[in-house]
């Protein structure tokens, strides 16, 4: 006997799941300007610079622009 999935098995709607996100991750962070940080993509090797970056987004990396255009325009 074929097994049926869980998700027929207890009607449960199939949820798709979002890619993910290609992050920037920081290579330099100076205290000549308030939160400024520049950050690099691994993927693209896309540098970014900012003025406004947080420690959350020191530890966790900002999302690449280039790299997410797919994911931006379909929200
Ligand atoms: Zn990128």
């Known amino acids: ?26 290579t330099d962070a100076g205290p ?4 400024w940080a520049s950050f690099k993509c691994a993927k693209c090797g896309g540098v970014k610079e900012t003025h406004t970056a947080t420690n959350a987004d020191l530890k966790r990396g900002i999302p690449c622009s280039s790299c997410n255009e797919d994911l931006n325009t379909t929200g």
């Open 1 to 26: 006997m074929k097994q049926a999935p869980l998700s027929t098995l207890f009607n449960l709607a199939v949820i798709p799941r979002k890619p993910r996100r290609v992050m920037m991750h920081f």
């Open 32 to 35: 000549g300007h308030p939160n």
